[in-house]
């Protein structure tokens, strides 16, 4: 029984890892490929099946009046906005859910709940309801096809997941705490940051996690809120596809963009293994 | 250090509402300067309340709270310097043990030396020298709790230190250490100590003075001997000791004595201007003695059980529908099934309405 349950469990792992990983594989294999190896048959060994070439990776790089497509300056653009905006979130949603835990909110029947989901809600959202007046809104401050604008924007769609991860968090430590603070003589911005902050730490880095990625992997008002000054990283990948599908450059730049989010994923494994982080996450 | 005054205080979480409900009645009360006082109480008499009130958490919705005579009501906690300690263990687990201790003197501004100086004498006190440089979460609960405990005897020039319920996660043989180590650090210091407790033993082993509570009222604030002698209510009465005071339904047969059934009980109380209605008389179990030649206050009983709790025997008997309970001398045999019992004069305690006469 024992013996079936432990086949039964590695085979499961060996087919969801096969999963995950091919078509990673298959694009590292296809970005070093040509357009021969791509469209005449199915080729998957370098060297073997065929001869690899640097030229998807080359594209990326070079500047447009060279036949490339330069994604070095909309990475640093997407670096820039997703960091900015989470780092602004995470400061502003940690300040407002400790608010929302520690205090009392009274507006006619709205509570403090109330005011989280009111937060959340921003989230239910389809996005596509909030385009229009985010595209009015930024074009009314001049701001439109600008860094800043989509920074701004980001804030206002990371901030809830902010807000709902470090309400959850803060009122997990206890009141005590803060309590304890005040009785040894901090006043409440220093038991803030000096005893609830850094016991918080494992929530920060959740927070910050989800703010990273759902910042990184925004196409949709990258797209809307962006012309030709200013593009976003997703754009741009999007942007490479044209009448010939270039298979190559496509799959290098996916796995470029997707290698900061790998990184951050290793960075935090180690807190999630150590258990670190246990309540952080629901 | 100093002396702490609750003039008219009375408090309410609910004070918008049209009934509002009181967690404290309006009262007064003073805590001189260096004594040990301990608040007992029932869960939810408002013990607690009553203490963050002293430490600024709480606002009181009337009163002022006075240390040596300075208004302090509306000052916040951290201008206040008052330590409190709370039931369960509150540390900084980031912080190494050295850093939570010397933590109340850095907000403080206190000199390195004299955090060093000091936090070196409170964790010699405490035992905690050896895990100075550990990391405060690796401790286990009952050395988290003496590093509350510690943050709160750090500093020498506090007001008072609130504690409340500060021994529940520690095991007894360190309970009744370190209630002596804060008798004796009251002794040497002349710290104000508060210490709420819902164990009767831990205030009457503890402390000079002892308030009890019930239901956001003060109902009696005395010495341990006066609360185990002379309860000014049948909650004290029952509250305190082990076992609870006898407590028999009675009616007034003269200005000083009582009817239980058809014995007369003879009281030292005046009893002369009393109404004839929900009298009570009282004695506690100790008092209670096997007759010997005493001709006076006799109750013939039927024995129910008697149970050796090795120190004494605790003797259970009826007389019709009352239960009387009697410690005695574990020496002392009983053959028979009908004894007497001998209440003193000196030892009956009347009640009215429950109020002592």
Known sequence: ????????????????????????????????????????????IPWLDFEPTLEGWR??????ARGGVDIVEPYFNSIFVTCTASLISIILGTLAAYALSRFTFKAGFVRNNDITFFFISQRIMPPIVLSIPFFIFLSTIGLLDSLLGLVVVYIVLLMPIAVWIMVDFF?????????TALIDGCNPYQAFYKVVLPNSIPGLIVAGMFCIIF????????????????????????ALNSSITPWWSLSASALISVAPLIIVAFVVERYLSKGNLSGALK | MAKIELSNISHSYNPNDLNPTYALNPFSMTW??????????????????????????????KGNVLFDDNDVTNLITEERNIAQVFQFPVIYSTMTVFDNLAFPLRCRNFSEKKIEERVKSVSDTLRLSTFLNMPARKLTADQKQLISLGRGLV??????????????VIDPDLKFRLRRNLKEINEEYKTTLVYVTHDQNEAMTFADNIIVMDQGEIVQVG??????ERPKTTFVGYFIGSPAMNLFETQLHSDNSVKINDTTIKTNTNLSKLKNNNIKLGIRSEFVKVAKDESENLLEVNIQKIEDFGNF??????????????????????SNNTIKLHFPAEKCCVYQNNKLI
């Open chain 1, 1 to 44: 029984m024992e013996k079936l349950y432990k086949f039964l469990k590695y085979t499961f792992i060996i087919l969801w890892t096969v999963f995950i990983v091919a078509p990673f594989l298959w694009a590292v294999s296809t970005s070093f490929k040509d357009f021969q190896s791509v469209n005449s048959k199915v080729t998957y």
């Open chain 1, 59 to 64: 594209v990326l790089v070079k500047s447009p």
């Open chain 1, 171 to 179: 009122n997990r430590v206890p009141k005590e705490l803060d309590e």
């Open chain 1, 215 to 238: 910042g990184w992997i925004d196409f949709f008002f990258a797209f809307i809120l962006t012309f030709t000054e200013v593009q976003l990283l997703p754009v741009k990948v999007v």
């Open chain 2, 32 to 61: 001189e300067n260096g004594k040990r006082y301990a608040i007992l109480g029932p869960s939810g008499c408002g013990k607690t309340t009553m203490l963050n009130i002293v430490s600024g958490l709480v606002k009181p919705s």
């Open chain 2, 155 to 168: 500093r020498e020039d506090v007001a008072a230190v609130l504690m409340d319920e500060p021994l529940t």
């Open chain 2, 223 to 228: 010495l341990p001997k006066d609360l185990f």
């Open chain 2, 313 to 334: 025997k605790l003797l259970t008997a009826k007389m019709g529908q009352l239960t009387i309970k009697s410690k005695i001398n574990r020496e002392i045999e009983i």
